[in-house]
C-alpha cells in the first residue's frame, strides 16, 4: 500500500463549480499534512497546509480527519486557472523529521 | 535570482553512462531534499540533507544513486551506469527550519530531466 494515496483522476468540472478530493495516508503517526499545487510541466508549490481544526484560504478549505487517515480539500467557484495537478503531502511521522511524502496527484481541470 | 537552482535542465545519456545533477538550494536553508518525479506520478522522495548530514535515503533508491552536499550548500545527485527505468524528471527542493516547521513549504527547483537512451 502506498504511503500516500489520491485519486489521479482527472477531474473534468465547469466554471464556477465546487470540488472536492480527498487523500489518505497509512501512517497514523504522521504529524503534519499539506497540499501542493504542480502545474503541467512546472515544480511542485505549497497550496496550503492542513490544521486538525480545518483551515480556509480564500476558495479553499482543507481538513484533516485523524481518526480516518484522510486530507481532504475543497475548492469552491472553480476557475479556470484553477486547473493544475493537486498534491497531498505527508510529514514524516518520527520526531524531528522532515521527510515529506507525496501522493500520486489529482488531476483538475475546469472547462469554460 | 534567488530561488532553487537545478543544472543541467535536461540530460540525454546512453545506457550505462554516469550522469550527476546539481543543485543549489535557497542561500538561508539548512534542509536540501531530492526527489524524482515520472510522468502521472507525484514527486516520489531519494534523499535528504539537514546542512551536510544525510539524514534519510530511500530504501527504492539503488546503489547506483547517491547525493552529497559538502559544506552543507549545493548538492550533487549522481547515477552510475544510468538505466532506461531511471529516466524521469530529478526535483529538487529546500526548506529552512522555520518555513518547515511553521508552513511545510518546500521550496522547489525547475528540476533536471534525465533521458537515457
Known amino acids: 500500500r502506498k504511503e500516500v494515496e489520491q485519486d489521479p483522476g482527472p477531474f473534468n468540472v465547469p466554471e464556477g463549480a465546487t470540488v472536492a478530493f480527498n487523500c489518505t495516508y497509512s501512517?497514523?503517526?504522521?504529524?503534519?499534512f499539506f497540499w501542493y499545487r504542480q502545474d503541467c510541466r512546472k515544480e511542485p508549490k505549497l497550496l496550503m497546509s492542513v490544521y486538525s481544526s480545518g483551515n480556509e484560504d480564500g476558495r479553499f478549505t482543507a481538513q484533516l480527519n485523524r481518526a480516518s487517515q484522510y486530507i481532504s480539500l475543497l475548492i469552491r467557484d472553480s476557475k479556470l486557472s484553477d486547473s493544475a495537478t493537486y498534491l497531498c503531502v505527508v510529514n514524516g511521522a518520527t520526531s524531528g523529521t522532515y521527510k515529506y511524502i507525496f501522493g500520486t496527484g489529482t488531476r483538475l481541470k475546469v472547462l469554460a | 535570482d534567488t530561488g532553487v537552482s537545478q543544472n543541467p535542465r535536461h540530460k540525454i545519456t546512453k545506457r550505462g553512462q554516469n550522469v550527476t545533477f546539481r543543485c543549489d538550494p535557497i542561500?538561508?536553508?539548512?534542509?536540501l531534499y531530492w526527489y524524482r518525479q515520472t510522468l502521472g506520478q507525484g514527486p516520489e522522495f531519494l534523499t535528504y540533507?539537514?546542512?551536510?548530514?544525510?539524514?534519510?535515503k530511500s530504501r527504492l533508491l539503488s546503489d547506483r544513486f547517491s547525493a552529497e552536499r559538502p559544506k552543507g550548500s549545493f548538492s550533487t545527485l549522481e547515477i552510475q551506469r544510468t538505466e532506461q527505468g531511471d529516466s524521469a524528471m530529478y526535483l529538487c527542493a529546500s526548506s529552512s527550519r522555520t518555513s518547515a516547521q511553521n508552513t511545510g513549504e518546500l521550496f522547489f527547483g525547475e528540476g533536471s530531466r534525465l533521458t537515457v537512451l
Open positions: 501512517n497514523s503517526a504522521s504529524q503534519s
Open positions: 540533507f539537514q546542512n551536510e548530514a544525510q539524514l534519510e
Open positions: 542561500s538561508e536553508h539548512n534542509r
